[in-house]
Each structure stands twice: as structure tokens, then as C-alpha cells.
């Protein structure tokens, strides 16, 4: 199972196909795009959420609502494309910088420089357009194709915010459905009511200054059976996968499987997970400090991971940067961008955990159809319950 997405932000639409689904299984349309309208929500978006209503177009790989094993390419179109012909067409155009709307005083955090540099790019823009977030709608389409293959087989995948700057939500405790529920109300995908308000005003302050903040996002993925992954391999250990995925998300700078870092500070008698065994349950552990994973595999209990975000590097308080052209100082150039994106981007996250999960579980389950990848999963249930 593996994908690529192709597309701008200002493009005329973000581009995905994905190879090695198997075929007969049924896809929600509406449940697809519901995904990617969570994407688009959240206290602190800017204005381009406004313009977007991201949908889905599927063009490939599936009829009459089903795959048929070939590869499904998606497609999310940018309304706000139609503000961009001039500046982003793909013919060489005349005009001035200005109308061109080229970037050549880097913003700090950005792609731009870096990107400018390695690409030889005298127009920033080139790399912007393409390291924007906006890319992760293409991701989202993806990973919900991915959940709801997974959905097929019981699993299920959740996702709030856990920090926004200095602001910390009290642990939720909820069962899954609940967590999914709850945040989905929520602003910012906190189920802490005490904690949504100080992280709005939080937010709002930030905006206000024209600063921005980041956080701390989690996501939590249920009835998976134990073995996905493996310790045999260094690229085969599925929280390593996960760790990958999470942190090629924009803007994201760490990431922690279970208690995380905190297993720096304590004892191993408290970090472990005591084995137990009941004729109803088979193998199961007294807690789940280790995230749902020992060794690389799953244990068969919840995956949980977190991710941290940094924030927004486009500042409409501008930091110090350097003209590429005369290399004197200026302030970096200002873009549309979100005071707060950390809602969105654990939605983001949810669905790049859901990808990694997919992949794993179609490696040790992997048949061309769905019917053929449920007697592989029943065969090896059944072995696991006989053990
Ligand atoms: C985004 C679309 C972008 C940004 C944001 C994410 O649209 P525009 O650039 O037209 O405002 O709002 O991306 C960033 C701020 C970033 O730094 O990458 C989206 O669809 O999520």
C-alpha cells in the first residue's frame, strides 16, 4: 500500500493516487468528505477556510461505490484557484514581480530558504506553494479511504487536542465513540470545557498580536489485533512508521508512543505493562503506559500517539529575514496563514496514523479483496486465540 500527492496550495487542485487497495471495498462518499471537512475546522483558521469546501473527487479505481484493486486516485480542487490563473499558470506569463506575486524575503521556520537554495529557486514561491498545509486535505482523503477500510475490520480511530501554548486539557478517559463524539462538538477537540475557553481566548490573543501557537495533539486507534508491525526489521517496527508519519506532518517537531517522554523520569516497575490472561479476554495487560505497542508490533491494545506542532511560522508581525536578491535585511514577506492550526492538525494526524495502520495491517493480512483479507485475519484470530 503506498500513495503520492501532487499539487499546489493556489493550484488548481491537490492530486493523490493510491496504489494496493483491495478491491470490493465499499467507500462512504459522504463519510470521506466529512473527514476532510474536519480538516477545515478549528478555532484560529484563517480566511482560506472560508473559500475552501473540500470535497472529494474520486477518478479512478473504484465504480459503481466500490475499488476494484486498481489504483484510486483522488482529487480535491482549490476554489481559491480561480484568484490565482495569472500567478500560478503553468505557461510562462509577462508581468512584474509584483503581479507575479514572487516571494524573495524568506519567511523563518519556512521551507523558503532552504527550499530557494537547494532548488536554485529565485522565486520563493516555488517552494511555498508547495510546503504549505494545504497539502494535508490530499493526505486526510487518503487516510479516511484507509479508516474506512479499517472500519471493515473493527478498528477505529480517534483524535483531540491535548495542549494549545501553556493550556493543557484534563486527560478525557472516554471510550473511544464518546472521545469521537465529544470533541467533534468542540472547537478546539478538547472534551475540557474549562480548557477550550482559556485555549480560545489563548488563540485569540495570539491572533490579536499577530502571533501564533502551536500545541500538542493525540490520537488513539482501537481494536486492532496484537502483531501489526514487527521487531525483526528496523523498517518494519510500526511505531517507528507511525513516529515517521507524524512528524512529516507540517510543522510537527516531536512525537511520543504512549507515556513518551515521561518514561525518562520513572522507574521501569512503573512504566511496564503487567501481562494478564482470563479465559474471556485471552492475553491482555494491567495498563497501557507503552502506547499499544512492545517490540514494534501492536500489543492488541489501543495505539496511542501524540504529536507536537509547532506554530505557524507565517507572522503578520513579521521576524527578521534577508533579501535574496540584494541581501540586505527586511522583515520576512507576509502571507494568509492560521494563528492556530493545532484542531486542524490533529485531524491531520489521526489520518496519517490510520495510513500507517492500514499498511500494516494489509502487510500481515494483505489479499486482493476484502473477502480474501477476512479469512486471513479470521485464520490468524483464531490462531492467536488457540495459542
Ligand atoms: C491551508 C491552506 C493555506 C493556509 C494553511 C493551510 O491556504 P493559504 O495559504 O491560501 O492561506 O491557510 O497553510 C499554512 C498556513 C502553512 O503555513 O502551511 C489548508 O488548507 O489547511
Not at 44 to 62: F, L, P
Not at 117 to 142: F, G, I, P
Not at 275 to 291: C, E, M, P, V
Request: with cysteine; proline share 4%.
Amino acid at each position: 500500500l503506498r500513495y503520492l500527492t501532487a499539487g499546489e496550495t493556489h493550484g488548481p487542485q491537490l492530486t493523490a493516487i493510491i496504489e494496493g487497495l483491495p478491491s470490493n471495498l465499499e467507500l462512504d462518499f459522504e463519510e470521506l468528505n466529512f473527514q476532510l471537512q474536519r480538516r477545515q475546522k478549528g478555532h484560529g483558521r484563517g480566511r482560506r477556510m472560508q473559500i475552501e469546501t473540500d470535497t472529494a473527487q474520486i477518478v479512478g479505481g473504484v465504480r459503481h461505490g466500490r475499488t476494484t484493486g486498481a489504483p484510486v486516485a483522488v482529487v480535491v480542487e482549490n476554489k481559491d484557484w480561480k484568484h490565482w490563473t495569472s500567478v500560478m499558470n503553468v505557461e510562462p506569463v509577462e508581468g512584474s514581480d509584483e503581479a507575479k506575486r514572487r516571494v524573495f524575503r524568506p519567511r523563518p521556520g519556512h521551507a523558503d530558504l532552504n527550499g530557494g537554495l537547494k532548488y536554485n529557486l529565485k522565486d520563493l514561491r516555488n517552494v511555498l506553494e508547495r510546503s504549505s498545509a494545504r497539502e494535508t486535505a490530499a493526505r486526510v482523503a487518503v487516510g479516511a479511504i484507509a479508516r474506512q477500510l479499517l472500519a471493515k475490520f473493527g478498528i477505529k480511530v480517534a483524535g483531540h487536542v491535548v495542549s494549545i501554548g501553556e493550556v493543557t486539557a484534563a486527560t478525557p478517559n472516554l471510550p473511544i465513540d464518546e472521545l469521537i463524539a465529544v470533541t467533534e462538538e468542540s472547537s478546539v477537540r478538547v472534551a475540557d470545557k474549562e480548557a477550550e475557553q482559556k485555549m480560545i481566548e489563548l488563540i485569540d490573543r495570539m491572533k490579536a498580536e499577530g502571533d501564533t501557537i502551536g500545541g500538542v495533539v493525540e490520537c488513539i486507534v482501537s481494536g486492532l489485533p496484537v502483531g501489526l508491525g514487527s521487531h525483526v526489521q528496523w523498517d518494519r517496527k510500526l511505531d517507528g512508521r507511525i513516529a515517521q508519519a507524524v512528524v512529516s506532518i507540517n510543522a510537527f517537531k516531536g512525537v511520543e508512543v504512549g507515556i513518551g517522554f515521561e518514561a525518562a523520569r520513572i522507574p521501569g516497575s512503573k512504566v511496564h505493562d503487567e501481562i494478564l490472561h482470563t479465559a474471556d479476554k485471552g492475553f491482555h495487560r494491567a495498563s497501557n503506559r507503552a502506547g499499544g505497542f512492545e517490540g514494534g508490533m501492536t500489543t492488541g491494545e489501543p495505539i496511542v500517539v501524540r504529536g507536537v506542532m509547532k506554530p505557524i511560522p507565517t507572522l503578520y508581525k513579521p521576524l527578521a529575514s534577508v533579501d535574496i536578491d540584494t541581501k540586505e535585511a527586511f522583515t520576512a514577506q507576509v502571507e494568509r496563514s492560521d494563528a492556530c492550526a493545532v484542531p486542524a492538525a490533529s485531524v491531520v494526524m489521526e489520518h496519517v496514523v490510520t495510513w500507517e495502520v492500514a499498511k500494516a495491517f494489509l502487510e500481515k493480512f494483505g489479499g486482493d479483496s476484502i473477502e480474501e483479507i477476512q479469512a486471513n485475519l479470521d485464520n490468524y484470530l483464531s490462531q492467536v486465540e488457540a495459542y
